[in-house]
Nanobody
């Protein structure tokens, strides 16, 4: 059983940046695909970004060119750098790997 713990969320003004981290209690090296999802109030959970073991990345169209996902297998951590944040990015952000989910971290973009 691997625990995923997200951190780095908070309140930021539009145009600002945040860096989310997802720390795993065990090795993520065997988890081929690591992902970030988000869920806004009243909406379904949506895929934001993925990174493979070979560091190939994919992004939702809504965050392309603003968000960057990365992984550090040595630190068992996945990151999501979020730049030029918009109010519509407000959501709880979740880390996912293999069959494991984190508890989520709240990101609020508001002036």
């Amino acid at each position: 059983q691997v625990q995923l713990v997200e951190s780095g969320g908070g309140l930021v003004q539009p145009g600002g940046s945040l860096r989310l981290s997802c720390a795993a209690s065990g090795s993520i090296a065997s988890m081929y695909l690591m992902s970030w999802y988000r869920q806004a109030p009243g909406k379904e959970r949506e895929l934001v970004a993925t990174v493979t073991g070979g560091s190939t990345t994919r992004y939702a169209d809504s965050v392309k060119d603003r968000f960057t996902i990365s992984r550090d297998n040595a630190k068992n951590t996945v990151y999501l750098q979020m730049n030029n944040l918009k109010p519509e990015d407000t959501a709880v952000y979740y880390c996912h790997g293999a069959s494991f989910w984190g508890q989520g971290t709240q990101v609020t973009v508001s002036s």
